[in-house]
């Protein structure tokens, strides 16, 4: 409680602190931006930061029931719901990534078997198929790589990946479902890490009012979402990192959350890589459908958008090491030089929340299939 209370008292105060928005003209604001992306505004990027311009989502795809019906599509929709996959028969892949919650789970960290706890805030799955890595840290590369480790983690699944074939084979209806996607009927992990990756790879965002106004629908954004969007461009820095089709650079970075040797320490990036330069850095995380993927931050220690914006806006520098402290401990992390302080005032950072909403799409709730089980 008391680092809740101070959390939100430091937050506050920054608010109240900040001067209000100096007045700027909405409606030139808006004329700037209602028309063809390559003719708005330049971004505010440092220099050496390779960024990609915003870019809207497909419309949807007339083939995706046809995607759907596919035997290994169908059958890694089948095993992700299926809490079989677990050591106790009562965890499936979908009690983290539930659909009813943009398949994330609302958690500040994950619950797993026997209601073990993990360190790190369940990402969302949508989109996760266009990820260059995969985890806060990047462990993973690709989506079968990514689909075993889940599995076989004491606090998330706990299973012995060498057995669930042959716990999957004593339903028969599985085996019948592994013959008509791979050819045989041998279940084995390489299969069932393939097929849920096929299933995920069917995951994706629907389209935002964003995705609307960048195709010239200028009417899905109000002005205040227009004037988050430009701020987001410019002022408040925030396309240095989240950029591109999926509102991330695909890169690590320290923002200041690393809590170096206290509760909640966590060195990220460093502990696949060891280089005493990853310390501390994580996975940037795709902004779409952000609104509805809280809480934030790696270790979900976050729950309300406005103090997030507002801790962004403080610079995040707080506690880098001075030269002598960096000198005897070369894994004291340190912020990337990206964040800065912002000076965004209190009507800016109500408008930057604002453009959090509208880059946010309704969410699609996919029922849960019925359990593959023999008929007695």
């Known amino acids: 409680m008391k680092r809740i209370f101070s959390i939100s008292a430091v937050l506050a105060v920054f608010v109240i602190s900040t001067a209000f928005v100096d007045e700027i003209d909405l409606l030139a604001l808006r004329k700037q931006y209602e028309k063809p992306i390559a003719q708005w505004p330049k971004p505010t990027i440092d220099e050496g930061i390779d960024f990609q311009e915003f870019k809207s989502l497909a419309k949807v795809d007339s083939s995706y029931f046809t995607t759907m019906a596919q035997p ?7 095993l992700f719901f299926d809490p079989l996959l677990s050591s106790s028969s009562q965890v499936s892949c979908s009690s983290c990534h539930d659909p009813q919650m943009s398949f994330g789970d609302k958690r500040s960290v994950s619950l797993g078997t026997d209601h073990l706890t993990g360190s790190r805030n369940t990402p969302s799955l949508l ?6 890595s995969l985890f806060w840290d990047g462990r993973a590369g690709t989506l079968q790589e990514q689909a075993i480790i889940p599995l076989a983690t004491p606090h998330e699944m706990a299973m012995d990946t060498k057995l669930l074939g042959e716990k ?18 041998t279940i084995t992990i390489e299969n069932i890490t393939d097929a849920l990756a096929k299933f995920q790879e069917t995951l994706v965002s629907r389209r935002s009012r964003f995705d609307r106004f960048l195709d010239g629908e200028y009417k899905a954004l109000t002005d205040q979402e227009i004037h988050g969007m430009h701020l987001f461009r410019t002022k408040a820095r925030c396309m240095n990192c989240h950029n591109g089709e999926f509102l991330t650079d695909e890169s690590f ?10 509760k909640y320490n966590d060195l990220g990036r460093y502990e696949v890589t060891k280089d005493p330069k990853d310390v501390g850095k994580f996975k940037t995380p795709s902004l779409r459908d952000v609104m509805n993927n809280n809480p934030w931050m790696h270790n979900g220690l976050f729950d309300n958008i406005t103090g997030v914006v507002n801790l962004y806006n403080s610079g995040m520098h707080m506690i880098d090491p001075t030269p002598e402290q960096k000198a005897k401990d070369p894994l004291y992390p340190q912020t990337d030089p990206i964040l800065q302080k912002l000076n965004l005032s209190r009507d800016e950072i109500q408008a930057v929340v604002a453009f959090m909403n509208a880059i946010t799409a309704t969410q699609y709730k996919m029922p849960r299939p019925e359990l593959v089980r023999d008929k007695k």
Do not use: C, Q, S
Not at 168 to 185: H, R
């Open 168 to 185: 999957l084979g004593k339903i028969k209806a599985y085996v019948a479902l592994f013959k008509d996607a791979y050819g045989t009927e």
């Open 72 to 78: 290994k599509v169908k059958l890694g929709k089948l």
């Open 253 to 262: 970075h320290n923002i200041g959350l690393t809590y170096y040797k206290r």
């Open 127 to 132: 989109n996760v198929a266009k990820r260059k």
